[in-house]
C-alpha cells in the first residue's frame, strides 16, 4: 500500500527566507509523487509532479521538490518565501493503477511580513 | 475553460434532508473524482469515474452516499439523509490520460453544513 508523511503540521518563515515543506512517501514500485497547494476558501492546485524522470521537478511559482528514493522522501522547496505562498500544501502519492490518489494531512505554511 | 464547475459553493440544510452537489468536468476530461476534506480526516476520495462508468466507490462512507455521471459533462453527488457529521468541503477533480490521469484540475468546492 501506499502512504505519504507530511513532517510538519505547520510552519512558519519570514518573507525572503527560504522554505521546506516535508514529505515522505511509502510505496512498493515506483511512485508517482505530487505537490498541490490550496489557498484559503480555494480549490487545489498542482504544483509539480514527479513520474520518474529527473529526480529534481521544478513547478510553478519558484518551487521545486526532489525525489530521493534512498531517503523515501519528496521535499518541497523555494530559495525565496512571497507573502502569497501562504497556504496549505499537500503532499500526494498515487497508486499503481495511477488513478487513485492518496493525500498528506497537509502543511501549512505562514509568511511573516 | 472555465475549469472545474461546482455547484452550489455553499449548502446549509437541516439534519435528515437530501442534499445534491453538482459538478461539470472540463471538456474532455474522462477521470471524475469526488473528493471529501474535514478537518479531522484531511482529504478523502469518495469516488471515481471513468468515461462515465464508477471505479472505485470504496471511499464512500456508507449507503446514505450516492454518485452517479449520467454523461460525459455532468456528475452528482447525493446524500440522503444528510447528518451533521456529513459537514465537509467536497471537492470534484476532473483529468485526462493524455496528460495523465493522476494529475488532478480540482473545483472550487462546495461547502456543505447539516445543522
Known amino acids: 500500500a501506499q502512504s505519504v508523511t507530511q513532517l510538519d503540521s505547520h510552519v512558519s518563515v519570514s518573507e525572503g527566507t527560504p522554505v521546506l515543506l516535508r514529505c515522505n512517501y511509502s510505496s512498493s514500485y515506483s511512485p508517482s509523487l505530487f505537490w498541490y497547494v490550496q489557498h484559503p476558501n480555494k480549490g487545489l492546485q498542482l504544483l509539480l509532479k514527479y513520474t520518474s524522470a529527473a529526480t529534481l521537478v521544478k513547478g510553478i511559482n519558484g518551487f521545486e521538490a526532489e525525489f530521493k528514493k534512498s531517503e523515501t522522501s519528496f521535499h518541497l522547496t523555494k530559495p525565496s518565501a512571497h507573502m502569497s505562498d501562504a497556504a496549505e500544501y499537500f503532499c500526494v502519492v498515487s497508486d499503481r493503477s495511477g488513478f487513485k490518489t492518496i493525500f498528506g494531512a497537509g502543511t501549512r505554511l505562514f509568511v511573516k511580513a | 475553460d472555465a475549469g472545474v464547475i461546482q455547484s452550489p459553493r455553499h449548502e446549509v440544510t437541516e439534519m435528515g434532508q437530501e442534499v445534491t452537489l453538482r459538478c461539470k468536468p472540463i471538456s474532455g476530461h474522462d477521470y471524475l473524482f469526488w473528493y471529501r476534506q474535514t478537518m479531522m480526516r484531511g482529504l478523502e476520495l469518495l469516488i471515481y469515474f471513468n468515461n462515465n462508468v464508477p471505479i472505485d466507490d470504496s471511499g464512500m462512507p456508507e449507503d446514505r452516499f450516492s454518485a452517479k455521471m449520467p454523461n460525459a459533462s455532468f456528475s452528482t453527488l447525493k446524500i440522503q439523509p444528510s447528518e451533521p457529521r456529513d459537514s465537509a468541503v467536497y471537492f470534484c477533480?476532473?483529468?485526462?490520460?493524455?496528460?495523465?490521469?493522476?494529475?488532478?484540475?480540482f473545483g472550487a468546492g462546495s461547502r456543505l453544513t447539516v445543522l
Open positions: 477533480a476532473s483529468s485526462t490520460r493524455v496528460t495523465g490521469a493522476n494529475v488532478l484540475t
